[in-house]
Structure formats: structure tokens, C-alpha cells
């Protein structure tokens, strides 16, 4: 005979099949060692010697990288505890588009040393007021730590050594190529007096060659072929309809009763004489080039090569809009002949062969350019793709490099600083506090363990030779580990 489990008062209250966890062990343990093992799964990817993880989704794509957002975005993490911290290593993509692996493996450490002291008998609440404590004192001492202060971001120069820092973690060897292209390219469209978006700096990926073999313009590509005879216009005047390029049709269907050749010539003639007057008039406004968000009518396409209109299409209205921004034009909703404001310059608009793959380029050459591209070339997709996800870090560093100007000393020379300071920050505090704050010193030494750990290096050697060299006052805080 089977026993009766009685069920608490709380699952009585609820439907069938809820999980109902109390108490320290089968709560705050099961969650706190869920957040270790999602931080430990991804600590392998940090640093210019990560691990690439190969990532299977449930859309059966493969992603081979060793970018955090990546490869946790692909994860799906379920455990709710694990998601919380899905969801910081998120907004630190959104805010910042880097540091996501450094949110994650933080969170990680800390969550890990929390198991330790609430195993020694202190509180949550204790651990909760040690760490906000340290986390205020950390917040002083970075302020302190700044070594280095980029005066201008509009210069190229000021601007490679940081883009390299962030580019080099992602793509170890090809740092001076990518940052010297990205710094090239956020350096064109480098506003004075709007914010920077990183938005405006595109990449274009096309199969072939190697990933030096990447290049940077002024303006916009697309992988298309153009529709007229026309492949190339200097100084181009550009229409841009987000209609088809094609003589109106009627919503109802209409008969007309055609009784001679001759009429039926006239309606013919008719017809193309409407259409050569639209193309006509655009051409007597100086237009060179038109792009339309649709299809392109053949009458039209005939008369627009009459007058050596250059025809392009393109199918995504988002590209549409890109484009309207990168040559200041208006997208017209229907077929008629643009105001002057209304029409977008393009200094070159030509057809060109990228390997084997045949793109539309819109070229600017004046100063400052809206937007900006860059083309990357690689071996396989999987190359590519994690070249572009390597670019976007190094754009989003130039983001956050226009609103702070200030840098603090890498390869982890900072936190083994932070960690020393938050120690005998640790030591002077009374109360249950203390070690709560001594635990959140030693979770950032877990950074120059992983980056040892990843290299091939002893990493409690390399901790306790950093720990000795941060003893000088003077240089010693700016001291890392040499991989």
C-alpha cells in the first residue's frame, strides 16, 4: 500500500506541479550554485587566449565564438537564478556593447564566495550590507586608478590604442588590422555635435579572401546588382522612392474596347508617352541616379537607360532608410519628381566586383559622412561573423570612449588593485561586515587566475608575483599580466 504524502498548506493553495523550495540548502544554495556553474561554463572565453565555444541552437545554426552575449543569447538559460544574471550581462550589452563576460564571471565569483560565508553562519543580510559596502568603496578607488586620458576621440591615433584593447580579446592577432579599420571608420562619421551612434558605422560580408584583405569606405554597399545599363555615375543627383518604379495601376479592373489597329497603336503610344514624360522630368531636374524600394517596370527601366539613369533597387526598407540618411535624401511614397531638398548627393555610385560577389557602392568623399562601411572578408561564415561581432565591441568602445574620455590600466592590473584596496578596506571595518567586504576583495582575484588559466600560465604564481608588484605606490597599480 502506497504512503500518503501530505502536501503543505502553500501547494494546497496553488495548481498541480508547483515547486514550492524553502530553507537555506534547498533555496539560496540551489540557486547560488546554479549562477557558479553558468559563470564557470563561460570563464573559459575570457581574455585574447579564450576558448571558442561551439554553440548548437534550436534553430540548428551553428555559432563557433568566444563572445559571451553570443553564446549565452544562444543558451537559453532557464534556471531563473542564472537568468538574473543573464539579464545584467544584457543590459551591460545594451549600455556598453562589451563586458559581458566580465559582468558574468564577477557576478559568478561573488555569488561563489556568498556560499562560503553564509556556510560560516553570517546572514544574507549581512552579506548583502558587506557587499554593498565594498561595492561604494570600489566605486572611490576606481576614480583613482585612471592611467591614461584620450584628449582627442576625433583623432585617429587617440583613439587605436583603446580600440585594440577591446578587439585584441575577441580577435588575438588581427588587433592592429581591425582597430586601425574601426578607428578609421568611426573617425569619418565622428559627429561634432550630435552623440555618436553606432549605427551609422555598417559592415558588408562577402565571402573570399582573408580577413586582412578588409576594407573601410565612406558611404553605403550593398550586395546587389544594379537594374539599367548604367553601372556608374559621378557626382550623382539621387531619387529615392520607397514605391516600385512603374506607372500606376488601378485598383479595379477596367475594360477597354479597341475596334482598329489604329487605336490600338494610340493606346500604346499613349501609355509610353506618359512614362517618358515621368522619366523625363526627373531627368530635367538633374537626376543621375534613382533607387527604388520595389520593382522596377520595364517601360521604365527602357526610358531611364534612354536618359543614362542609373536604376538601383533594393528590397529592405531599413537599408532604404540608411541610405536616405547617408546621402540626405527624402524617400518618396509615390512616383513624382522631387523638390531640391528632397533630393540626396552621392560624390560616386558604381558597380563593383568584390571576389566574385557583385556590389553597389555609394561612395561619399566630403569630410564628415553620415555613415560608414566596412567590408569583411574571410574563409567562411563562421570567420565572418565573429570578425563583425569583434568590429561592433570595437565600435561600442569608441561609443562609450565619446562620453568618457577617462582609461584605467588592463590586463587585469585593475581589479588585482581593487582588490588589494577593498582588503584593508576589509580589515578596518567593524562588525560581521568585515568579512563579507573580504570576500568581495578576493572574487576579483579570479580574474588574473582565469586569464593565467586560459594562457597556459601557473595562476597562483602570477597572482602572488602581481600582488608583490602592486606593492609600489608609484607604478605598481599599473601592473598586469604580460600574455
Request: hydrophobic share 40%.
Amino acid at each position: 500500500m502506497a504512503m500518503h504524502v501530505p502536501k503543505s498548506y502553500f501547494q494546497n493553495m496553488m495548481k498541480e506541479g508547483t515547486k514550492h523550495l524553502t530553507g537555506m540548502h534547498e533555496a539560496v544554495f540551489s540557486n547560488l550554485e546554479a549562477c557558479t556553474e553558468l559563470y564557470k561554463t563561460i570563464k573559459t572565453c575570457y581574455g585574447p587566449k579564450g576558448l571558442n565555444k561551439m554553440v548548437i541552437n534550436h534553430l540548428s545554426k551553428l555559432f563557433v565564438t568566444n563572445d559571451a552575449a553570443t553564446i549565452i543569447k544562444e543558451l537559453e538559460v532557464q534556471h531563473p537564478a542564472a537568468k538574473m544574471i543573464v539579464l545584467a550581462s544584457q543590459q551591460q550589452e545594451a549600455e556598453c556593447g562589451d563586458g559581458t563576460n566580465f559582468v558574468m564571471i564577477l557576478a559568478g565569483s561573488l555569488l561563489e564566495k556568498a556560499i562560503d560565508l553564509l556556510e560560516c553562519g553570517l546572514s544574507p543580510s549581512e552579506v548583502i550590507k558587506g557587499y554593498e559596502m565594498a561595492g561604494e568603496k570600489c566605486l572611490e578607488i576606481l576614480e583613482t586608478l585612471v592611467c591614461h586620458t584620450a584628449k582627442d576621440v576625433k583623432n585617429k591615433e587617440s583613439v587605436i590604442p583603446i580600440v585594440k584593447t577591446a578587439v585584441g580579446s575577441k580577435q588575438n592577432g588581427y588587433e592592429d588590422f581591425l582597430a586601425e579599420l574601426i578607428a578609421d571608420s568611426c573617425s569619418k562619421i565622428m559627429p561634432t555635435q550630435r552623440t555618436f551612434n553606432v549605427d551609422n558605422v555598417r559592415t558588408c560580408k562577402i565571402l573570399g579572401s582573408g580577413v586582412l584583405a578588409s576594407t573601410c569606405l565612406q558611404g553605403m554597399v550593398f550586395k546587389r546588382n544594379v537594374e539599367s545599363d548604367i553601372t556608374s555615375v559621378k557626382d550623382a543627383k539621387i531619387a529615392v522612392y520607397s514605391c516600385p518604379f512603374d506607372i500606376g495601376t488601378t485598383e479595379t479592373k477596367g475594360t477597354v474596347l479597341i475596334k482598329t489597329a489604329d487605336e490600338l497603336q494610340q493606346f500604346s503610344v499613349d501609355e509610353e508617352k506618359l512614362v517618358e514624360n515621368s522619366v523625363k522630368a526627373l531627368a530635367d531636374l538633374g537626376i543621375t541616379c534613382i533607387v527604388s524600394g520595389g520593382k522596377v517596370g520595364d517601360m521604365m527601366l527602357h526610358f531611364a537607360n534612354k536618359f543614362n539613369i542609373m536604376v538601383v533597387r533594393l528590397m529592405s526598407k531599413w537599408d532604404l532608410r540608411r541610405l536616405c540618411k547617408s546621402i540626405n535624401a527624402t524617400a518618396l511614397p509615390n512616383m513624382t519628381p522631387p523638390t531640391q531638398e528632397e533630393i540626396g548627393f552621392c560624390s560616386l555610385v558604381s558597380l563593383e566586383e568584390v571576389g566574385d560577389t557583385t556590389v553597389v557602392s555609394f561612395r561619399q568623399e566630403r569630410e564628415e559622412s553620415a555613415m560608414s562601411t566596412i567590408i569583411i572578408r574571410g574563409s567562411t561564415d563562421n570567420i565572418m561573423d565573429d570578425i563583425e561581432r569583434a568590429i561592433d565591441d570595437g565600435v561600442n568602445s569608441v561609443k562609450v570612449l565619446t562620453r568618457d574620455q577617462r582609461c584605467l590600466p588592463g590586463a587585469a592590473a585593475t581589479e588585482i588593485e581593487l582588490a588589494k584596496q577593498i582588503m584593508t578596506f576589509g580589515e578596518q571595518t567593524p562588525g560581521m561586515e568585515q568579512y563579507a567586504i573580504k570576500k568581495f576583495a578576493e572574487a576579483f582575484e579570479v580574474f588574473p587566475k582565469i586569464l593565467a588559466e586560459n594562457t597556459g600560465l601557473k595562476a597562483n604564481e602570477v597572482l602572488a608575483k602581481m600582488y608583490n608588484a602592486h606593492q609600489d605606490p608609484v607604478s605598481g597599480m599599473n601592473s598586469g599580466i604580460n600574455l
